[in-house]
């Protein structure tokens, strides 16, 4: 089973600064990773798939990157309604594939 | 627009069968590529995929629940039942369905989910 690992747990930062998180993976999933964004009282939301596309109607201050085993999900400027939580999915071995811990950015 | 709703008894006991249906629309389980999924958000393991139903009626489990899972589709209703048999304590959640398709990647991402049902196990 491959294994994500996210960090940092929580992510204590001001609206306007950059957010960065990461999602490492314990075997390689190339490019198959996506990112959830999930606030409070809500579903998860689809960000980014294959490591760096953005889905529809994603604002582009959302970008990822990464492959193999290392990734990372940028958020250039943080908006109000950016602080939740985020989770990585791998779909390598899909299904069932897997899911992050999650990262809470909340404000600081 | 799509959207997915689910339904269900929000209370279960210990050893019964919970079933809950996955209600859709803005897409069609008779297309090419699309898929639903049962996924479910617990405090002890966050998120984790159950089950899935493909357009051609194939059908996936999560290997470690697989004996107590089903899944089936009603396409004349827009419907995806799922039950879970011998629920526990620990089985406590939330739990969404939510689709894929090949919009994204190879349909393995879910591009659209339901608000979620928060299903309790308890006597």
Do not use: H
Request: hydrophobic content about 30%; aromatic content about 12%.
């Amino acid at each position: 089973e491959i294994v994500l690992t996210q960090s940092p747990a929580t992510l204590s930062l001001s609206p306007g600064e950059r957010a960065t998180l990461s999602c490492r993976a314990s075997q390689n999933v190339g490019t198959y990773l996506a990112w959830y964004q999930q606030r409070p009282g809500q579903a998860p939301r689809l960000l980014i798939y294959d490591a760096s596309n953005r889905a529809t109607g994603i604002p582009a201050r959302f970008s990822g990157s990464g492959s193999g085993t290392d990734f990372t999900l940028t958020i250039s400027s943080l908006e109000p309604e950016d602080f939740a939580v985020y989770y990585c999915q791998q779909r390598t071995n899909w299904p069932p594939g897997s899911f992050g811990p999650g990262t809470k950015v909340d404000i600081k | 627009q799509v959207t997915l709703r689910e339904s269900g008894p929000a209370l279960v006991k210990p050893t019964q069968t919970l079933t809950l249906t996955c209600t859709f629309s803005g897409f069609s389980l008779t297309t090419t590529g699309m898929s639903v999924n049962w996924v479910r958000q617990t405090p002890g393991k966050a998120l984790e995929w159950l089950a899935l139903i493909n357009w051609d009626d194939d059908k996936y489990y999560r290997a470690s629940l697989k004996t107590r899972l089903t899944i089936s589709k009603d396409t004349s209703k827009n419907q995806v039942v799922f039950t879970m048999t011998n629920m526990d304590t620990v089985d406590t959640g939330t739990y969404y369905c939510a689709r894929t398709s090949r919009y994204y990647g190879s349909g393995s991402y879910f591009d659209n989910w339901g608000q979620g049902t928060l299903v309790t196990v308890s006597s």
